[in-house]
């Protein structure tokens, strides 16, 4: 195990001479990416904060899931106040397209209801095991 000690005494040494010398320390937190250049730590990304590529959908605008779990006709009032494109982009973010589809339907209703029907059945998922 000769590499194994090596690599622990090479820790060892950084890390004592991370607590002698604070440039040093924030130079290493700085590779490690545990703070930026100004000493303050980054704050996380979100992933709907992220930039999406510009070949994908703009994110949902809402969360059809969180919505059918308290209850149908919540879900189905939030949908109808949706445009085709916006009940789009929700089916691409939440993968409701296996077919190929639904995306090219253009009856506002029909691809509401697929949402609808994918989001109940995703949100009683696992209720079997659930002990209410």
């Given at each position: 195990m000769k590499v194994r000690k090596v690599l622990l005494d090479l820790a060892r040494v950084v890390a004592d001479q991370a607590?002698?010398?604070?440039?040093?320390?924030?130079?290493i937190a700085v590779a490690l990416g545990l703070s930026d250049k100004h000493g303050e730590s980054p704050a996380p990304k979100r992933a709907a904060d992220a930039e999406r590529p510009k070949n994908r959908r703009p994110a949902a605008v809402l969360d059809p899931i969180a919505l059918a779990r308290e209850?149908?006709?919540?879900l189905?009032?939030?949908?109808?106040?949706?445009?085709?494109?916006?009940?789009?982009?929700?089916?691409?973010?939440y993968g409701m397209d296996h077919g190929k589809l639904v995306m090219k339907w253009k009856d506002v209703e029909r691809v509401a209801g697929r949402i609808v029907e994918l989001s109940l059945a995703r949100a009683q998922k696992g209720d079997a095991f659930r002990s209410e």
């Open positions: 607590e002698r010398d604070p440039v040093f320390a924030e130079q209850g149908e006709a919540t189905r009032s939030r949908l109808s106040a949706l445009s085709l494109d916006q009940l789009r982009d929700i089916v691409a973010d």
